[in-house]
C-alpha cells in the first residue's frame, strides 16, 4: 500500500500560542493537498485544502501554505486550545475526483493548558 | 453533511477465522470507496479502491485473496479480512467520495485484534 513515512513526530504547544506543523510531499503532479485532524480511535477530520494552483488558502483559525519549488505544506492554526490536541495529517490527491487520497507521515500536536 | 459509518466499530475474532466490516455511506450514494489500515502511531496506508459494481484496485503489496473488497450497492462496500493472523491487528478505515468534495468523508474506523 502507499503511505509516506513510518514514525509521528510531536508538537507541543501553550494554549493559546500558535501552532505550524509543516509537511513535505513527494509527488509533484498532486492536484490538491488536504489537511486532517485525528482524534484517538476515531477516523480523519477534514480541515481544510488547498489547489495547486494557489499558495495560501484561510479558514477558521487555520491557514494552509503550499510552496510548490520546494513541495512543503505547512498549517498554522491561530490560537491553539486543548481540543486541537490531535494527530495532524497532510494528503494529497490528484485532479479527477476518483483519484486516491495519500497520507503523510503525521504530527502529534499535544498543547499544554 | 455526508456521513460514513463503519461496523463494527471494534472486534475481536480468532486466529484463522475471517472478519467483515462494513462501510456505508448514510446521506450520499458513494460509487468509490477506499479502505486503509493504521498501525498505532503510524500514518494511514491505503489498501484498495473499491468501485461499484466492479473489482477493486489495490496497492501493491496488498494481498487481494485475504482482503476480499465488496462494492455491491451505491452505498455499502465491505473488506473481508480472510484467515485472520495476529498481524493483521490494526485500525482499519474507509472512506468515500461525495460528491465534489475535495477531502473524503472518513469512516469511524474498526479497530481489529486477532487473538
Known amino acids: 500500500g502507499e503511505s509516506v513515512g513510518l514514525h509521528l513526530p510531536t508538537l507541543s504547544v501553550q494554549e493559546g500560542d500558535n501552532s505550524i506543523i509543516n509537511c513535505a510531499y513527494s509527488n509533484s503532479a498532486s492536484d490538491y493537498f488536504i489537511w486532517y485532524k485525528q482524534e484517538s480511535g476515531k477516523g480523519p477530520q477534514f480541515i481544510i485544502d488547498?489547489?495547486?494552483?494557489?499558495d495560501k488558502r484561510q479558514g477558521q483559525r487555520v491557514t494552509v501554505l503550499l510552496n510548490k519549488t520546494v513541495k512543503h505544506l505547512s498549517l498554522q492554526i491561530a490560537a491553539t486550545q486543548p481540543g486541537d490536541s490531535a494527530v495532524y495529517f497532510c494528503a494529497e490527491r490528484g485532479r479527477t475526483s476518483y483519484d486516491k487520497v495519500i497520507f503523510g507521515p503525521g504530527t502529534s500536536l499535544s498543547v499544554i493548558p | 453533511g455526508a456521513v460514513v459509518s463503519q461496523h463494527p466499530s471494534w472486534v475481536i475474532c480468532k486466529s484463522g477465522t475471517s472478519v467483515k466490516i462494513e462501510c456505508r455511506s448514510l446521506?450520499?450514494?458513494?460509487?468509490?470507496m477506499f479502505w486503509y489500515r493504521q498501525f498505532p502511531k503510524q500514518s494511514l496506508m491505503l489498501m484498495a479502491t473499491s468501485n461499484e459494481g466492479s473489482k477493486a484496485t489495490y496497492e501493491q503489496g496488498v494481498e487481494k485473496d485475504k482482503f476480499l473488497i465488496n462494492h455491491a450497492s451505491l452505498t455499502l462496500s465491505t473488506l473481508t479480512v480472510t484467515s485472520a493472523h495476529p498481524e493483521d491487528s490494526s485500525f482499519y478505515i474507509c472512506s468515500a467520495r461525495d460528491g465534489g468534495r475535495v477531502g473524503y468523508t472518513f469512516g469511524s474506523g474498526t479497530r481489529l485484534t486477532v487473538v
Open positions: 488547498i489547489r495547486s494552483n494557489m
Open positions: 446521506d450520499f450514494q458513494a460509487t468509490t
